[in-house]
């Protein structure tokens, strides 16, 4: 597998932080799990992240600090197993999909527009947490739009091209507030992409913002 668009800086700085939201983290990590050059990237702002902590000054703690955290877990914990879900596959309709997706609600497919189909992914630990699966036929055009926040589009299956240039698996395509595009479908085959959202769509067409409430976006 060829990577050629891959996360920004900023982003595996964010991801390494822990401070990307639940939805971007998720479609920023499936993009890890397929490239060894932003996995190698997200190491090194961890390790400076680590470098920088040991030049902080530390805080003198209070003396019963530790009995106060031991006991705080006991109460959250009491009458409670912990018992972890086994790593199954994750797949619809039998798509293989990223193993970034393992714990996640993967809803069914429903038509959102002529070749489109959409699946709500729901994220445990995050119920607000805006990540759809897409799936689009071949040769068609996705509506005109630019972004509130950053897009992060992962691609699982397929290809599609834009303004940016083609995308195909295992590549992500991260797009800020400046970014307007209208991917299109390669036709050589269906594209099956995740995607997640920081905030909007803004669709430029009227079609695109009689859309908008079916995406959610």
């Not at 759809?132 to 055009?141: M, N, T």
């Not at 299109?184 to 409430?213: H, T, W, Y």
Request: proline share 7%; charged share 20%.
């Amino acid at each position: 597998m060829t990577i050629t668009h891959h996360a920004t800086d900023e982003t595996l700085m964010r991801i390494a932080a822990g401070t990307l939201a639940a939805g971007p983290a998720i479609a920023v990590e499936a993009h890890l799990a397929s490239c060894p050059a932003c996995r190698s990237r997200v190491r090194e702002h961890e390790a400076l992240g680590g470098a920088l902590l040991e030049e902080i000054e530390p805080t003198t703690l209070s003396a019963t600090a530790l009995s106060d955290v031991l006991a705080m877990l006991d109460d959250e914990d009491a009458g409670h197993s912990l018992v972890l879900p086994p790593l199954v596959p994750v797949e619809i309709e039998g798509i293989p999909l990223p193993k970034a997706l393992c714990g996640c609600a993967i809803g069914r497919w429903r038509w959102i527009g002529p070749g489109m189909r959409m699946s709500r992914v729901g994220v445990p630990h995050d119920p607000d947490a805006n990540l759809i699966l897409l799936k689009v036929s071949p040769g068609r055009a996705l509506p005109d739009h630019g972004h509130v926040g950053t897009e992060f589009t992962y691609v699982v299956s397929g290809s599609f091209s834009d303004r940016f240039g083609t995308f195909r698996p295992g590549d992500l395509a991260e797009m800020n507030e400046d970014a307007e595009h209208q991917p299109i479908v390669d036709k050589n085959g269906e594209c099956i992409c995740l995607a997640a959202m920081e905030g909007k769509m803004r669709f430029k067409s009227f079609i695109g913002r009689m859309l908008q409430p079916i995406f959610g976006i």
